[in-house]
């Protein structure tokens, strides 16, 4: 169970460790896209309001209150649908967004899939460097961080396969994305490739 710490001033000017929450459950998935830099597989997964673009299991994700990309704004996240079972959901608010360093946090609030407290950060990260260097190089990893209470009736196992089998299906549509707009500026010239990638593009 790790803790993070920020300083805190006593009398005397000497500086003590202020200790944040501790989780119980803690992690990070990842899965590499070595077709992709950072930069390219950022352009795509940077919308915070266009997961269901890129992970498989997300059938729906719209703007429910607040700006854009803008710390405070809530997404409404649907699941694809299983049998006669209602679509997991959940809203989610977006705490930081930080696009020079490649990642954003949010948090998990109302949902229907026994989620408490939920943060959550995602990161693109290339792959020569540890998220602090430049994007350029080829190949970038998909990052998913977590912090959260027990989930009730689920294994951390779970909860970590199932983040896993999501990342890797997002890394894959990356893959399939940025070869695509590859194959199309050779096939047809550059003007093809923009088109390729603004019809396929999440930015707002």
């Known amino acids: 169970m790790a803790t993070a710490e920020s300083a805190e001033v006593l009398g005397g000017g000497v500086a003590a460790p202020a200790q944040r929450k501790e989780w119980e459950w803690e992690g990070r998935v990842a899965s590499a896209v070595g077709a992709a830099t950072a930069d390219e597989a950022w352009a795509l997964l940077s ?20 700006t854009p990309r803008a710390p405070g704004c809530v997404r409404y996240c649907e699941g694809v649908p299983e049998g006669a079972a209602p679509p997991d959901w959940a809203h989610e608010t977006l705490l930081e967004y930080d696009p020079a360093r490649r990642f954003f946090r949010y948090e998990m609030n109302d949902n229907n899939m026994g989620f408490g407290l939920f943060y959550a950060t995602f990161r693109v990260v290339a ?8 994007g350029a190089a080829a190949g970038c990893e998909l990052r998913w961080e977590f912090e959260c209470e027990p989930v009730r009736g689920t294994p951390r ?48």
């Open 157 to 204: 196992e779970a909860l970590v396969a199932r983040l896993q089998a999501g990342l890797d299906g997002m890394a894959a549509r990356v893959r399939d994305h940025v070869l695509a707009a590859r194959a199309a500026a050779v096939a047809g010239g550059l003007e093809a490739a923009d088109e390729l990638k603004l019809d396929n593009s999440i930015a707002v």
């Open 47 to 66: 919308d915070f309001l266009a997961f269901h673009r890129w992970h498989p299991r997300v059938a729906a994700c719209r703007l429910a209150s607040g």
């Open 127 to 134: 792959a020569h460097d540890d998220g602090e260097g430049a």
